[in-house]
């Protein structure tokens, strides 16, 4: 363990589909956040292409690294490490940053810091003005994953809790693919709800009953939507887009805030922290926050920009492990299908 909390870390994220390159100081001031998106390309096919999402973080990345240096002013020498997601994600996205790190590690022999990409949703959360204190209770929330994890020491994460099926965000995705919104659908089914009327359609609430109380699932509801909608379209009546996505809405955030309290109770935890791209969405915030609060806890979410895909929080993982000496190897490759706790 290094004695004092300095550090320059560059962070690298190519796990899905932006390329982002960050410069961290002292594990939370952000001197550069650049992320590249590729919607625009992706949004054309209704979801993610991984061959061109490899292809294009390749063409982007190191642009992205040399504005990222110069936005912030530092030079490679004065980095202290390179952190890099090396998974979950897609393995093509993945190994781009990868490669990418391992290849500046060693030309400027500098630490490589291999960062698993929920964990640095997680550490969103350490890039607030005010820092969550540990032990907290986090709910991560994203394209591929929904889970609840504990964590009581930094970087020992421990999954309590995780989606059966479907994660929340692949909920809303393919609720926006159904009524053909666009993609991502979060953002978008979001923005109609807060014009419906969330008690408009009574969708399901999926409890899995004794021993996984503290695990989700998702694809009832995706069914259910699904046939609402082709019930519909055979009887020929027009779908209301607002009142579906705000019963829609309705439905995943009951079921997410209730397991989340209800798991706060059991571990006894008062920091509950919200996590991973769906946490972007405004009424979970509003309403965990509420629920959170009155049950005594004190709860945080990082600023929308922090909660979807981005290097700052993976230089902030990077940040710890610089500071506890744990470092990567010249053999560290990608890995899918990462899981919470593995290093
Ligand atoms: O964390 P993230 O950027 O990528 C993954 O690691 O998966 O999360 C992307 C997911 C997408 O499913 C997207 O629809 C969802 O986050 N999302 C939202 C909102 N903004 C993004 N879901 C609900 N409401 C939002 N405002
Ligand atoms: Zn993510």
Do not use: W
């Amino acid at each position: 363990m290094l004695e004092n909390n300095n550090s320059i870390i560059l962070g690298i994220e190519t796990s899905c589909d932006d390329t982002s390159v960050a410069v961290l100081a002292d594990g939370n001031k952000i001197l550069s956040n650049l992320i590249s998106s590729q919607i625009t390309i992706h949004e054309k096919f209704g979801g993610v292409v991984p061959e061109v999402a490899s292809r294009k973080h390749l063409e982007s990345i190191n642009p992205l690294i040399d504005l990222a240096l110069k936005e912030s002013e530092v030079s490679f020498n004065e980095i202290d490490g390179i952190a890099v997601t090396y998974g979950p994600g897609l393995v093509g996205s993945l190994l781009v940053g990868v490669a990418c790190a391992k290849a500046l590690s060693f030309a400027l022999e500098k630490p490589l810091l291999p960062v698993n990409h929920i964990l640095a949703h997680i550490y969103a959360n350490f890039l607030l003005p005010e820092r969550p204190q540990l032990p907290l209770l986090a709910l991560v929330v994203s394209g591929g994953h929904t889970s609840l994890v504990l964590m009581e020491e930094h970087l020992k994460p421990q999954l309590i809790g995780q989606t059966r099926d479907d994660a929340a965000g692949e909920a809303y995705d393919k609720t926006a693919r159904a009524l053909k919104l666009g993609y991502p659908g979060g953002p978008i089914i979001d923005r109609l709800a807060g014009e419906g009327n969330p008690d408009k359609i009574n969708f399901p609430r999926a409890n899995l009953g004794k021993g996984r109380e503290f695990d989700f699932s998702f694809s009832g509801l995706k069914s259910s939507v699904l046939n609402h909608i082709n019930q519909a379209k055979m009887k020929n009546e027009v779908i209301n887009v607002e009142d579906l996505s705000a019963s829609f809405q309705a439905a995943v955030v009951e079921v997410l805030i209730d397991k989340t309290i209800k798991a706060k109770d059991h571990y006894n935890i008062k920091n509950v922290v919200l996590a991973g791209g769906v946490a972007a969405n405004s009424t979970l915030r509003l309403k965990m926050k509420e629920s959170v609060e009155k049950n005594q806890g004190n709860f945080y979410c990082p600023p929308l920009k922090l909660c979807t895909d981005n290097a700052a929080m993976v230089a902030c993982v990077g940040h710890f492990l610089y500071r506890q000496g744990i470092r990567g190897s010249f053999d560290l490759n990608a890995v899918p299908g990462l899981v919470l706790g593995q290093t």
